[in-house]
């Protein structure tokens, strides 16, 4: 409950969620039928950069901040453009003031037939996100913890959708929860986009996480992963991964193309590094 996402709202982990969270979308939008988006720790949907709290850390200047200044190659540059532009939508004057969570990302990137459900378990937080959507027929905002919404929301009506668990790591344990939530979530909407946001920090069970996703039978899971920093740091985020469940078939070139350019703009130092593999499934 003390977790507040305005502290590292467009940061380099940010950057490499949302940029996927935008392609998985626009995947989905090539058939005319409609799709839910489940954000399970959806915040407060859009960030005031220029406020104490984000000025406080200045994460987003070594994330989003150095990518709207960044020449990139035109694969990457393409891969990126449907984020970039939600971004710079929200900032028609130039530079970067404000900036989407994932809520607000996915809500501006809709068709009219697209919906979005969000949950947050902060009730400061839940009444801020109602209020960015309040009379928004596409969107529902409930607050509620969102590893309940994978088993009480799942299937979606619509039976088509892409579910984002961001949880924010503050337990123990999130790792192996994660795993457990997917399992479940999986077994009552086994066709869904999955998209499984986890830390890469020292000390961080990646391994075991991975291995235990492995072992949980499900057929297709991409990984892609970005390094900025060395790990050496006992108490700071050096990186971050996602996890995509059926993956559209372009997403691992996409990956291919955006990930390089991403360790180069956003490196924080030497031992910046990035990866995308298949952890079951294609090869």
Known sequence: ???????????????????????????????????????????????????????????????????????LTPAAAEVLKPYLDAVRALNPEGGIDRYPGSPKLARDLFRPQDRLSAMELHPDDSRALARLFEGDYQVRVTELDGWLALGAHLPPKEKRGIVLVDPPFELDGEYERLVDGLVKAHRRFGNGVYCLWYPIKKGAPIAAFHEALKESGIPKMLCAELSVKSDRDLTGLSGSGLIVVNPPFTLKDEMHALLPELKRVLAQDRYASQRCFWLRGEE
């Open 1 to 71: 409950m003390n977790y507040r996402h305005i502290y590292h709202a467009g940061n380099f982990a940010d950057v490499l969620k949302h940029a996927v969270l935008a392609r998985l979308i626009v995947y989905l939008q090539q058939k005319d039928k409609a799709f839910r988006v489940l954000d399970t720790h959806a915040g407060i949907g859009l960030y005031d950069l220029s406020s104490t709290e984000a000025q406080k850390t200045g994460e987003w200047q070594d994330g989003i901040g150095k990518l709207l200044e960044a020449q």
